[in-house]
């Protein structure tokens, strides 16, 4: 059988995510199924605890390495904007790090 199903190429609702855009009409939901049972197969997927994990390792690389490096590297250049807002990034995802790892913490 033929696999119909496709990714929106644009939410209808900016604020909306995939997720609810295909939870609502059956062949959507279908559509939904598929991809999560696909992810699965590819082992992109695991338990609650081990993705949290994995999404924490993640988030810690891009805190510890990825933007200090790179507001290191704006910095030395003279690129104070740059740098700045590399550091304003890398508090984000010191929050969603956080975040994941409380999650965690309650499973
Ligand atoms: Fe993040």
Known sequence: MRNT??????????????LPTYSK????????????????LAELVSDDAANLREAIGGEAYEVDTMYRTFAEQAQAAG?????????EVRQDEIQHRDAFT???NRL
Request: aromatic fraction near 8%.
């Open 102 to 104: 409380a999650a965690l």
């Open 25 to 40: 009409q059956p062949r959507e939901r279908s559509c939904f199924e598929h991809f999560a049972e696909e992810a699965k």
């Open 5 to 18: 199903c496709s990714m929106p190429s644009t939410p209808a609702n900016r604020d909306e995510t995939i």
């Open 79 to 87: 690129d104070n904007a740059a740098a700045a807002r590399f550091t």
